[in-house]
């Protein structure tokens, strides 16, 4: 079997897993009776749209007609870059499972405030405020260079870094506003997006 069927098998075996988790998750938020109080802004929401609108068209040419954005391929990627690729869209994939399953009833896709929300600091958000946005940075990279797409390595993960970096202060603030200093201690040994490493001087502290 040729290299290039297998990359293109692993890509959509990863597309069919993530689309997967996050509709099983969305779709048990959209049944829930519970009040909900929307805090997103357009700019994060206009960049989270630019980056799924890539992946799609350009995942899909992928899949369906690889070669036919020719630009997006400009420099063939070595095969160990894309296994590398593959390896990243496995750790991304499950990271992405394990916080949606450790978040529960308190996920949303955007912004808000939820009757009877409660504070999760178990499995990835043990050291993480975000897994989920981590797991979606991986993904996207990991998928990019599973495709040897250089559109899909780095227009998506731009995009989707800019609705994280202007999100993600305004999210971590709603959540101090709902749970106060309980998430502000919380905030203090964890990592926004990867594990805070603590060093010998911030231990004696």
Known sequence: MKPEIIFRFLFILAFLAMLSIRI???????????KVDYREGALSLAAGSVAALVTIVFGAEYILSPGTFAFAYWIPLPSWLRWIGAIMLTTGIILLASAHTHLGRSFHSLIVTKQDQTFVDSGPY?????????AYLINYAGGGLLAGNWVLTFVPVLMFGMLVAIRVGREEQVLIDQFGEPYIDYMQRTGRLIPKINTADSQRE
Not at 24 to 34: A, G, I, N, T, W
Not at 126 to 134: K, L, M, Q, S
């Open 24 to 34: 099983y998750f969305q779709s048990k938020v959209l049944r829930e009776p519970r």
């Open 126 to 134: 043990r050291w993480i405020r975000h897994p989920i946005y981590t």
